[in-house]
């Protein structure tokens, strides 16, 4: 282990404070080219958040790349497209290619052949050792301290790096009350940080009928509404009632998961950000859920009034559950106020109709969300501006930064895996290239 004094001036040594993917990458690439590297991971192992990723097949990139829809960072207009113009898709495959790691593609999702995150956590592993790069594990970073050389002090003792990598992710799905321990090194290195806070992460509903639905999975439309903080919220939605105009308006669509608390899956995923944003502004968020996005509103009414007129006699039960989980459908019968034994009728022909309305525009009040260890990834972090375009801290050479330091999130679908490797390839072949 190389400590204070045991490192020679003028070696071209580089200190990687994080071994997940960003630093894992970094390190792979900085060693590649002839640098000494060292990791300095929190954790008893490195690459441990990388086994969860794409439910433990690692989506680790997505063909359809679009960095205006796929990225949110409050970075100035370019700069991060540039970033995937160094260094993007194509260059990422190329780079598990030429060293051993083949892929797979599904609609555009990359994984690795094998479909087990465990090979890409492996290749890196491998790589390391092979490049000898040197990994200390469970090994905390206490401060740092910029003099001619980088001095890192940690609770095994001291080293010194010619140049310094901040790869330490966020506490985005971890075990722990969020530890933004990196986010405080790069605050007391001077750096403008964007407070941190949850993204991808499932939503809190007011509704007590939440319960009733928990385990229940289905396609769905949802529809994200941000409002000012002073306006009032409804529980219940007609497509005729005018409401107040939204801020801003947010679309996702994919297999949501209805939970006791609230929402999740994909499409609440995609659109969570911009919820956990307006609520820690004191914002209204409302949620409006279509069960049936596949029908054309004109086709719709179609449906429905075959559907009506095919259950004449039958229970309004049976007439929903043909449409939806029977769960589903029993929330909304409570909603327009019929009872599951009712029969399809004239007397019953409006409610059924306001059941069908609500199945395309079924209204929630998001009031929460769950904390940063249910989150995929973590929004805010450093200023995107503070680097350049090799991850280099502007005013402080030899500094660099990637991962999930930087303000930078992106939507499910290998994006975030993608920004790592971004990030890292540059970082670490900036610092490689220090040296010539």
């Known amino acids: 282990m190389q400590r204070l004094g045991d490192m020679g001036v ?5 200190g990687i404070i994080g071994g997940g993917a960003s630093g894992m990458m970094a390190a792979v690439v900085a060693a590649s080219a002839g640098e000494k590297v060292t ?7 490195i690459g441990k958040k990388l086994l969860a990723t794409g439910n433990g097949r690692c989506n680790l990139s997505n063909r359809d790349f ?6 949110r960072s409050q970075a100035p ?3 991060l497209a540039a970033c995937f113009s160094a260094f993007g898709v194509e260059e990422t495959l190329s780079f598990f290619r030429e060293r051993g790691l083949l892929t797979r593609e599904k609609n555009g999702y990359l994984y690795p052949r094998s479909l087990q995150a465990s090979a890409v956590l492996d290749f ?4 390391l050792d092979r490049l000898a790069v040197r990994v200390v594990c469970s090994c905390t970073v206490t401060n740092i301290r910029k003099q001619k050389r980088f001095l890192v002090m940690t609770d095994q003792g001291e080293y010194v790096f010619d140049r310094l990598i901040l790869a330490c992710g966020s506490a985005a799905g971890t075990n722990v009350k969020a530890k933004l321990g990196g986010f405080a090194l790069a605050k007391g290195l001077g750096l403008s940080v964007h407070e941190p806070f949850p993204s991808l992460v499932p939503l809190c509903c007011r509704e007590p009928f939440f319960k009733q639905l928990a385990g229940v999975r289905c396609l769905a439309r949802v529809s994200l509404g941000i ?4 306006a009032a919220g409804k529980r219940t939605i007609s497509p005729t009632e005018h409401r107040e105009m939204p ?3 947010h679309v996702e669509e994919g297999e949501l998961q209805l939970t006791e608390y609230g929402i999740s899956g994909i499409p609440v995923f995609q659109c969570s950000r911009y919820a956990v944003s307006a609520l820690t502004e004191k914002k209204r968020v409302e949620a409006v859920i279509d069960f049936l996005p596949e029908y054309e509103q004109n086709e719709w009414e179609t449906v429905c009034q075959k559907q009506y007129e095919g259950c004449l006699g039958k229970s309004v039960l049976l007439l929903g559950s043909g449409l939806l989980h029977k769960k589903i459908v029993q929330v909304l019968l409570s909603c327009c106020g019929l009872k599951p034994d009712e029969i399809v009728g004239e007397r019953t022909r409006k409610r059924i109709f306001s059941m069908f309305a609500q199945m395309r525009a079924f209204l929630v009040q998001v009031t929460g969300y769950k904390p940063m260890e249910n989150a995929q990834v973590c929004a805010g972090g450093v200023a995107l501006s503070e680097v350049d375009g090799h991850m280099e801290v502007r005013k402080t050479p030899g500094l660099f930064l990637c991962g999930e330091m930087l303000d930078v999130d992106g939507r499910c679908g290998g994006y975030n895996l993608q920004w790592a490797w971004t990030s890292g390839y540059l970082a670490g072949n900036a610092t490689a290239g220090r040296n010539l």
């Open 39 to 45: 990791i300095l991971e929190r954790q008893d192992r």
């Open 124 to 127: 890196f592993r491998g790589e």
């Open 227 to 230: 409002y000012p903080a002073h």
């Open 77 to 79: 207009a370019g700069q």
């Open 247 to 249: 801020e801003s308006v």
């Open 66 to 71: 679009c960095v205006e829809r796929d990225y």
């Open 10 to 14: 003028g070696m071209g040594n580089t």
